[in-house]
């Protein structure tokens, strides 16, 4: 099994301002973030990033056919019509199970802090997307929440999705 981050962060590494917002992330990362959601066919998602997709108009959810996990020990509403998601209450451990078992041989896990760190926690992850927008927040969201936890990554690509939004994708030396 494959675990792939996805990511948007400021040059600053915060994911979101304080209230969840992220209008400030670029068409193009958009566009690349579901391009890559779509061709691994399976995402993992923290409960609260999952309410916010919730909100979204439907154009705008980054998986429209794939397998989406919500990590969530609360088990609230977490559905949207017509859309294949399943409730994981295991953790990361639990989502990469449900996966494999699925068919699927990757994942992408796209947020938020929560969820990054607990996989992070658990050596999960083999490759991570990082798309820098141009901006800096105070305060905001940062990508891991503290957690115990160190990787060594190694460059894999550059690109510019835009003029000002630059994309670093690494994998993970293990």
């Known amino acids: 099994m494959r675990v792939i981050f ?3 962060i400021t040059a600053n590494g915060m994911t979101a301002k304080t209230d969840g917002n992220t ?3 670029s068409p193009e990362d958009f566009r690349s973030f579901s391009t890559t959601c779509q061709k691994i066919g399976s995402i993992v998602m923290g409960r609260r990033t999952f309410q916010e997709y919730q909100t979204l108009p439907p ?3 980054p998986l429209p056919d794939g397998l989406t996990i919500v990590l969530s020990t609360t088990r609230p509403d977490l559905s949207l019509p017509g859309r294949n998601v399943r ?3 295991e953790g990361p451990s639990g989502a990469v199970k449900i996966i494999t078992a699925s068919g699927l041989s990757q994942t992408c896990v796209v947020g938020g ?3 990054w760190a607990s996989f992070a926690k658990e050596g999960l992850v083999d490759e991570i997307y990082l798309d820098i927008e141009p901006y ?3 305060q905001g969201m ?3 929440l503290p957690a115990d936890f160190e990787y060594h990554l190694k460059l894999i690509e550059t690109k510019n999705l835009n003029s000002q939004t630059l994309q670093l994708h690494y ?3 293990k």
């Open 6 to 8: 996805y990511a948007a």
């Open 23 to 25: 209008d400030w992330v």
């Open 59 to 61: 154009q705008q959810y």
């Open 87 to 89: 409730v994981v209450a």
């Open 113 to 115: 802090h929560t969820t």
């Open 136 to 138: 800096l927040f105070g």
């Open 142 to 144: 940062p990508l891991f």
């Open 171 to 173: 994998r993970v030396e």
